[in-house]
């Protein structure tokens, strides 16, 4: 079955301060994506990648930068927290089927910038 | 650039009721168009896709027939369950970047 893991589930981290979500995905996709998810706003797409060492950004990119060493694993980093960002993030993957696949989900990070 | 519009907010119903989420979107080209499903402390997860005028998609007893007259993917349900208590999300695949665009999403509340 379909898996995407994501660590840790819960941060609490100071504002400045340097925060990496990551995430690992065991399907073999080659989509990788990130998203934050907001009251009032549903779901936005931050950076994804479709591959190992590709990167594009998504619709709100600032604050934020993203790394795909491996097939399997997807980073987000915020390199100066801000209160802003306090939100949850996913991460998902999905096959390259040029929009017509569906995306795996993560369960979720939930990050508090004090 | 591409975009989804759903119903807003909340939809507060009761046990058996009929269902309707609107979902109307715009994009370029001939999109596909998906229904996503979250419920509390998880992930969304993937309902059903439709990707041509006049398909209909279903699954778990719910179901939306892509519409390009209208531009609009509707979630209907016959009879709903306290179990069907979700946000549920309407998107469309923009084929050149593969990727989603979501609606912002309808918190749908069934009173038992």
């Known amino acids: 079955e379909a898996a995407v893991t994501q660590s840790p589930r819960n941060k609490v981290a100071v504002t400045g301060g340097k925060v990496t979500l990551s995430c690992n995905q065991t399907?073999?996709?080659?989509?990788m994506y990130w998203y934050r998810q907001d009251t009032g706003h549903g779901l936005r797409l931050i950076h994804y990648s479709y591959g190992a060492g590709s990167t594009e950004k998504g619709d709100i990119p600032d604050g934020y930068k993203a790394s795909r060493p491996s097939q399997e694993n997807f980073s987000l980093i915020l390199e100066l927290a801000t209160p802003s960002q306090t939100s949850v993030y996913f991460c998902?993957?999905?096959?390259?089927?040029?929009?017509?696949?569906?995306?795996?989900f993560g369960p979720g990070t939930r990050l508090t910038v004090l | 650039g591409d975009s989804v519009t759903q119903t807003e907010g909340q939809v507060a119903l009761s046990e058996e009721d009929f269902l309707t989420i609107h979902c109307n979107y715009s994009?370029?080209?001939?999109?596909?168009l998906f229904w996503y499903v979250q419920y509390p402390g998880e992930g969304p997860q993937f309902l059903f896709r439709?990707?041509?005028?006049?398909e209909k998609g279903s699954s778990r007893g719910f179901e939306a027939t892509y519409d390009k007259g209208t531009t609009s993917f509707h979630l209907r349900k016959a009879s709903v369950q306290e179990s069907d208590s979700a946000v549920y999300y309407c998107?469309?695949?923009?084929?050149?970047?593969?990727?989603?665009?979501f609606g912002k999403g309808t918190q749908l509340i069934i009173q038992p």
């Open positions: 439709a990707s041509r005028d006049k």
């Open positions: 998902a993957s999905g096959e390259d089927w040029g929009g017509f696949d569906e995306q795996y």
């Open positions: 998107a469309l695949g923009d084929g050149g970047a593969d990727r989603l665009t």
């Open positions: 994009a370029s080209g001939y999109p596909a």
């Open positions: 399907n073999n996709h080659n989509n």
